[in-house]
């Protein structure tokens, strides 16, 4: 059980260039979230989903896309990074449930990105 | 517009003495708060979670209190171990149409001297 996993751990972008995170969780967890960590703010939500084929903008969604074809599976796109977009990504998961102590949020380890 | 705030950046505590970290919140619909806590080059884990029904949590050594009235929330630990020098970040949600969705503090660094 491998819990909440992010691919890659590192990258280094040249402005104008795409990529995509990809986040896998092996919970079947219904909801998964994408967030960025950048110093003194905390972490704020880009996009999240609350199911397979589903997607909704976060705090702060503008220049990432995403995509959840699977239930296990949560990408983040960037189409054309930007130095703003240097940040520390994590994506995270949790299961959809009545009960709040469910809320809880299973974090992956992360992704630094750097855009030069 | 920050609705979770972490007014201190860092804490140092002695080990074996309590440590207390303090969060305040300005969006009166959060009815639930969760605490993480993050190692550097790791994610957040939670630790620790109360709900606006409540005014106070226990587990272990980790104690969350809830004033609704100030919209004041603190973790205590005790007693603190080099082993909880981490980044502590509270988090809030509300029910409904946002429900599952986090907004987070920016964070507070706790450092436990042994």
């Known amino acids: 059980n491998a819990g909440v996993t992010q691919t890659p751990k590192f990258r280094v972008l040249k402005t104008g260039q795409s990529m995509t995170l990809l986040c896998a969780q092996d919970m079947n967890h219904e909801y998964m979230y994408w967030y960025r960590q950048d110093p003194g703010m905390g972490l704020r939500l880009i996009h999240y989903?609350?199911?397979?084929?589903?997607?909704a903008k976060g705090e702060v969604p503008d220049g990432y896309n995403v995509s959840r074809l699977k239930k296990q599976n949560f990408l983040l796109g960037l189409e054309s990074a930007a130095p703003s977009q240097t940040s520390v990504y994590f994506c995270?998961?949790?299961?959809?449930?009545?009960?709040?102590?469910?809320?809880?949020?299973?974090f992956g380890p992360g992704t630094r990105l750097t855009v030069l | 517009d920050q609705q979770v705030k972490q007014n201190s950046p860092s804490l140092s505590v002695q080990e074996g003495r309590i440590s207390i970290l303090n969060c305040d919140y300005t969006?009166?619909?959060?009815?639930?708060f969760l605490w993480y806590k993050k190692y550097p080059a790791e994610g957040p884990t939670f630790l620790i979670s109360i709900s606006s029904i409540k005014d106070k949590n226990e587990d272990g050594r980790f104690t969350v209190f809830l004033n609704k009235s100030a919209k004041h929330l603190s973790l205590h630990i005790v007693p603190s171990q080099p082993g909880d020098s981490a980044v502590y970040f509270c988090a809030a949600s509300e029910g409904g149409t946002s429900y599952g969705k986090l907004t987070f503090g920016q964070g507070t660094i706790l450092t436990v001297h042994p």
């Open positions: 989903s609350v199911g397979e084929g589903t997607t």
């Open positions: 969006n009166s619909m959060f009815d639930y």
């Open positions: 995270a998961s949790s299961y959809s449930s009545r009960d709040r102590r469910l809320d809880t949020q299973y």
